[in-house]
């Protein structure tokens, strides 16, 4: 994909991201629409995946650590064809495959159940380790949140992962700098992020979390990397893309009314009618 084609793509997950938390009257569209970018460069240009054989055994895996974000996931799933995107109205809903936290038991493409914050990375370290002692070539991929690094656990599976020189392994964090009870310098600063990984042993990357031509290059960076995995520290915007909710924790968890829906998805219709004519 070029550039203005991950752009529109990028405009489509964030809608659905809308569409999905709307209809379920729940859900967690801030940072959902945070990692949209990520989501979308993983998904339509760096992954080795195939939505028509979603347990190929040499495919890239993802986890998101930060399973609380499922309708960002979810709406790049469905784009790329996974399921219908039609279904993203069914979140959170009696009976829906969708819930609301990413299970991997019922969901095409999902390759990790996730949801209690820290347990992600700690289940993309094990994979990563798995693909080296099977001498396999996948690689492994996990999002995380600033907020969630604030736990421990994320840390111990970051030596962990150092010590086994996972070059394999490439951990996202998705740094918009809210968490649900606010800015995360105040609830529990993780600043600064990039010198904690590298003191673990990282090759670490910063880059702007909505700029492809940064995210592209990160990416390439990580896969030259030997001998150590990488850490991309995104700086995004919290509900980037709909100009109300951009920098407001209270889109951490509410999900938008009919009034708010609306304007939203003209916004992000106007987006895209302007990325067509770049």
């Known amino acids: 994909m070029n550039k203005k084609e991950l752009m529109k793509t990028a405009n489509e997950i964030r809608k659905g991201v809308l569409t999905a938390t709307h209809s379920a009257k729940s859900g967690h569209p801030g940072g959902s629409l945070s990692a949209a970018d990520i989501y979308t460069y993983l998904y339509f240009e760096e992954m080795n995946i195939d939505p028509k054989n979603p347990k190929k055994a040499d495919r890239d895996r993802f986890v998101l650590s930060k399973g609380h974000t499922a309708p960002g996931y979810y709406s790049a799933l469905a784009q790329k064809g996974f399921f219908p995107v039609e279904d993203l109205t069914t979140l959170r809903k009696t009976g829906s ?5 990413p299970d991997m038991k019922h969901i ?13 990375i700690s289940a993309a370290v094990g994979m990563a380790i798995s693909a080296k002692l099977s001498g396999d070539t996948y690689r492994v991929y996990t999002l995380l949140g600033d ?22 392994l490439v951990v996202i964090v998705d740094n918009n700098n809210l968490q ?99």
């Open 147 to 168: 907020g969630e690094i604030q736990e421990g656990q994320v840390w111990e599976a970051a030596m962990l992962a150092a010590h086994r020189k996972l070059d394999n």
């Open 108 to 120: 095409p493409g999902v390759d990790m159940s996730s949801g209690s914050l820290g347990q992600g």
């Open 97 to 101: 495959y969708l819930q609301g936290h």
């Open 180 to 278: 649900i009870d606010g800015k995360i310098t105040e609830v529990n600063s993780p600043y600064p992020i990039d010198k904690k990984f590298e003191a673990f042993n990282f090759h670490v990357i910063n880059i702007d979390g909505h700029n492809f031509d940064e995210i592209a290059a990160a990416f390439k960076e990580a896969r030259e990397t030997k001998g150590q995995p990488t850490a991309i520290i995104a700086k995004t915007v919290k509900g980037k893309g709909v100009s109300f909710m951009e920098n407001q924790v209270s889109w951490h968890g509410s999900a938008p009314n009919d009034e708010q829906y609306a304007a939203a998805m003209e916004e992000l219709e106007k987006a895209g009618e302007a990325i067509c004519q770049m």
